[in-house]
Nanobody, 128 residues
């Protein structure tokens, strides 16, 4: 059974930075595509970024491109989301997710339904 645990959230002023981590226990993390999603109060969950398992291609939502960077260290079973130039509208609970059998590969990386394993999330609050 794969378990994902996020860490690194917190309160930061606008323009600041945070680095989120997503650590996996169990399963075969190195063979999973990983995505970060976020959900703000009263809003639907939205895709933030994704990274493939083998070639480590990265994908971003337009609203975070150039400000956020997704990466992974398969030896540590951990994925990261480096967030810079944070804005109040980035405030949300950020969750990481992992797929199996390459379900989220290709054009499916931004679709939450293709990810099987989810963490509980970490709160990111950006003050103005």
């Amino acid at each position: 059974q794969v378990q994902l645990v996020e860490s690194g959230g917190g309160l930061v002023q606008a323009g600041g930075s945070l680095r989120l981590s997503c650590t996996s226990s169990g399963g075969m993390f190195s063979q999973s595509n990983v995505g970060w999603f976020r959900q703000a109060p009263g809003k639907e969950r939205e895709f933030v970024a994704a990274i493939t398992h083998e070639d480590q291609f990265t994908y971003y939502h337009a609203s975070v491109e150039g400000r956020f960077t997704i990466s992974r260290d398969n030896a540590k079973n951990t994925a990261y989301l480096q967030m810079s130039s944070l804005r109040p509208e980035d405030t949300a609970v950020y969750s990481c997710a992992a797929d199996a059998d390459n379900r989220a590969y290709g054009g499916r990386y931004s679709i939450a339904g293709y990810y099987i394993y989810w963490g509980l999330g970490t709160q990111v609050t950006v003050s103005s």
